[in-house]
């Protein structure tokens, strides 16, 4: 296996396993897809949607045990939302941050396998370059300490933008569902904002630098339902500029706000397909299990 799609993030020590190619790992994984023909069917229904992220045979480890991603293969469709659910500890967060190369930033980690953006191996660009274009949202809103005006403009700033500072700050306050309520105050402190508002300030920011994916590792759980409605109205919103993956522990978020749902379990894709075939059809029984509450 070439080394680029072996890559041992966050060690010293260099992967020299090949990603799994056994057959037991094959046999699970084309048991865990047997939607593809749903979703085929789904899709000529919507209308086909190109493919946005492709990850194939994704496994991830941290340190030496803990065996976080097992053979992942999976397609995000563009202009859709995602909803990545499971029970806690299933290894959603580990795959989101698999989508921009968070991971690598925590030590001792390895990762093999292929994450392909646009069509180009991501583990082969420039971690940077990969940031850039794919916004993060984090679960906890995390401003800087700076204004709210400051804190869309950043990031653009630092890759150089030479526009209109203020139409920018502007088209991206409204984006986000923002502008009418900070209009006033774009040069007041971003902790001044409430929690909802400051997470709403966080996809502004995001949105500045132009990405064409946003990914949001559970964007509503510090947030009261009211902060809540008004963030997934904004996701809605955002869904056709952009491609979105969400993680979330609200399967009602997840019916609400996404187009597909992946459904993960120790590590593994069980299932994913349309949002409300995996809840009202799923076709496994683990699936079923988890979205009628039975676990989880
Ligand atoms: N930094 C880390 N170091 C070591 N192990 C980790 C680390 N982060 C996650 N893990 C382990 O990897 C597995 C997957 O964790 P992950 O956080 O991706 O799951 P999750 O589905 O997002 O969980 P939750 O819903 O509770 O946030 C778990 O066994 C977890 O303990």
């Not at 803990?66 to 959603?92: E, F, W, Y």
């Not at 030479?162 to 209009?183: N, S």
């Not at 990405?211 to 996701?235: H, N, Q, R, W, Y």
């Not at 993960?264 to 949002?275: D, F, H, N, S, V």
């Amino acid at each position: 296996m070439a080394s680029a799609d072996s890559s041992n993030v966050g060690s010293s020590t260099q992967a020299n396993t090949a990603p799994s190619t056994n057959s037991t790992a094959d046999a699970q994984q084309a048991d865990a897809t047997p939607t593809a023909a749903g979703r085929a069917g789904d899709a000529a229904s919507e209308g086909e949607a190109e493919t946005k992220i492709a990850v194939s045979n994704l496994n991830f480890w941290y340190g030496d045990d803990t065996h976080a991603l097992q053979d992942i293969t999976m397609d995000v469709k563009a202009n859709r939302v995602t909803a990545l659910i499971g029970p806690s500890g299933c290894g959603k967060s580990t795959l989101i941050r698999c989508f921009n190369r968070m991971n690598e930033l925590i030590p001792n980690t390895t990762l093999e396998g292929r994450v392909h953006v646009n069509g180009q191996n991501i583990y082969q660009a420039d971690p940077v370059a990969v940031r850039r274009h794919i916004g993060m949202v984090f679960q906890k809103p995390n401003p800087f300490p700076k204004t709210i005006y400051k804190n869309v403009i950043w990031g653009a700033r630092i890759n150089g933008y030479t526009g209109d500072e203020d139409a920018l700050v502007e088209r991206c306050l409204r984006q986000a569902a923002l502008w009418d309520e900070v209009k006033d105050s774009l040069h007041g402190s971003a902790y001044n904002l409430s929690g909802g508002q400051q997470q709403r300030l966080c996809i502004a920011r995001a949105l500045a630098v132009e990405p064409d994916i946003l990914l949001m590792d559970e964007p509503t759980s510090a947030l009261d339902p009211v902060a809540t409605g008004k963030f997934e109205d904004t996701i809605s919103e955002l869904r056709s500029e952009y491609t979105i993956v969400v993680v979330t522990h609200s399967m009602q978020q997840a019916s609400r706000v996404s187009d597909e749902t992946v459904f993960l379990y120790m590590g593994r894709l069980i299932e994913m397909g349309a949002t409300e075939q995996v809840f009202t059809r799923p076709q496994k029984e683990r699936t079923e299990a988890y979205v009628t509450g039975r676990f989880g």
